[in-house]
């Protein structure tokens, strides 16, 4: 059974206080790990695709790396403003997701 | 902006009536899905599409049906609405082979 595990489920964090969230995976097949955001009353928004260990993506403040059992998305120097559910996903074939439970994070100003 | 349009957003009904959520995109892509979001269990598929009257089974599918009779409208169908069937669903289209899921800002449905 394809399971996604996200850790830690909560995180708080000082602005400016660099710090990882954790996505472990067991997915038959996996064709692509995803990140998404998440904002309270919004739906997901996307945020990367991971598709060979060993790769990372950037954006802003965000590192999105992949190995062959866990992604990690490393937040360096974060704002108030990245406050927000994180959420991963693997994907099997016929574009399926398995989504973890998330990671809530909040930085406080 | 994905152009993915949910509704209604909020909706308040009672137990064993029938409600019908609808998922509308502006573009014409092939693949649409819905999901329902509970604390605890994640994101979870209950169905998706992959072209009008083309549908499958997501994981959490008992008593729910979709329909697709045009491209930009998909239908998810609550039979007979029960109180675990209170949760947020959402909808996503996805824009081609390996791309991600894009995601609309979901409905959030309570059975008394």
């Known amino acids: 059974e394809d399971q996604v595990t996200q850790s830690p489920e909560a995180l708080r964090l000082q602005e400016g206080e660099s710090s990882s969230l954790n996505c472990s995976y067991t997915v038959s097949g996996l064709r692509g790990l995803f990140w998404y955001r998440q904002d309270p009353g919004k739906g997901p928004e996307f945020l990367f695709t991971?598709?060979?260990a060993g790769e990372e993506k950037e954006k802003e403040r965000l590192k999105a790396t992949l190995t062959k059992k866990e992604s990690f998305l490393h937040i360096t120097a974060p704002k108030p403003e990245d406050s927000a559910t994180y959420l991963c996903a693997g994907q099997t074939s016929g574009s399926r997701l398995t989504f973890g439970e998330g990671t809530q994070l909040t930085v406080n100003p | 902006d994905a152009g993915i349009t949910q509704s209604p957003r909020h909706k308040v009904t009672e137990t064993g009536t029938p409600v019908t959520l609808r998922c509308h995109q502006t573009?014409?892509?092939?693949?649409m899905y819905w999901y329902r979001q509970d604390p605890g269990h994640g994101l979870r598929l209950i169905h998706y599409?992959?072209?009008?009257?083309?549908?499958d089974k997501g994981e959490v599918s008992d008593g729910y049906s979709v329909s697709r009779s045009k491209t930009e409208d998909f239908l998810l169908t609550l039979e007979s609405a029960t109180s675990s069937q209170t949760s947020v669903y959402f909808c996503a289209i996805r824009t081609g082979t390996d791309q991600p899921q894009h995601f609309g800002d979901g409905t959030r449905l309570s059975i008394l």
């Open positions: 599409s992959y072209g009008v009257k083309d549908t």
């Open positions: 573009e014409n892509h092939r693949y």
């Open positions: 991971l598709y060979s």
